[in-house]
T-cell receptor
């Protein structure tokens, strides 16, 4: 158990809908990272937050957004969902912005029908 | 330049054998190279990591070999066990910069008794 929690575990929704994925980092960790894992793209970095502020952006679509709250939990919002958005979404946390070890949560499996 | 190329895609090893997974990178700014292990239905978990100031790092049955001039690094699993059956990802990042991990495409290892 990494200490990172993610909810929900599974999410099934329809095209065009909007969903919110939630992540609670390990106690004391200030950085949160979001990754998307799909069969054809592997693990792709989406976005990083550090202590409430966006720090780095990766291959995140404009339909996706994220935020980190004062209690350090983070939410990833996915809107206008398409079939291709079906994937595993992982959150990882790390102690500080300039650290190495990222601890991954169990993931949220999103299925868009 | 941001890619990390990983091979093989899948690997079948007999119990007690040596499993070897290779990765190559292009960006010479990378200076942190972790390996993650992922079991089905779980998030990736850090297995072992290396920085380019050493050519080898060993932790138990797991060894990373690093060749800076060739821009290659590999994971060796000695005395492979059925419990090692999982997907292994290499990754790279600039440790004290943006921190985001660039992952290889993964290797599915199966160890048969």
């Amino acid at each position: 158990d990494s200490g990172v929690t993610q909810t929900p575990k599974h999410l099934i929704t329809a095209t065009g809908q909007r969903v919110t994925l939630r992540c609670s980092p390990r106690s004391g960790d200030l950085s949160v990272y979001w990754y998307q894992q799909s069969l054809d793209q592997g693990l792709q970095f989406l976005i990083q937050y550090y202590n409430g502020e966006e720090r780095a952006k990766g291959n995140i679509l404009e339909r996706f957004s994220a935020q980190q709250f004062p209690d350090l939990h983070s939410e990833l919002n996915l809107s206008s969902l398409e079939l291709g958005d079906s994937a595993l979404y992982f959150c990882a946390s790390a102690l500080a912005k300039s650290t190495d070890t990222q601890y991954f949560g169990p993931g949220t499996r999103l299925t868009v029908l | 330049q941001q890619q990390v190329k990983q091979s093989p895609q899948s690997l079948i090893v007999q119990k007690g054998g040596i499993s070897i997974i290779n990765c190559a990178y292009e960006n010479t700014a990378f200076d942190y190279f972790p390996w993650y292990q992922q079991f089905p239905g779980k998030g990736p978990a850090l297995l072992i990591a290396i920085r380019p100031d050493v050519s080898e790092k060993k932790e138990g049955r797991f060894t990373i070999s690093f060749n800076k001039s060739a821009k290659q690094f590999s994971l060796h699993i000695m005395d492979s066990q059925p419990g090692d059956s999982a997907t292994y990802f290499c990754a790279a990042s600039r440790a004290y910069n943006t921190d985001k991990l660039i992952f290889g495409t993964g290797t599915r290892l199966q160890v048969f008794p």
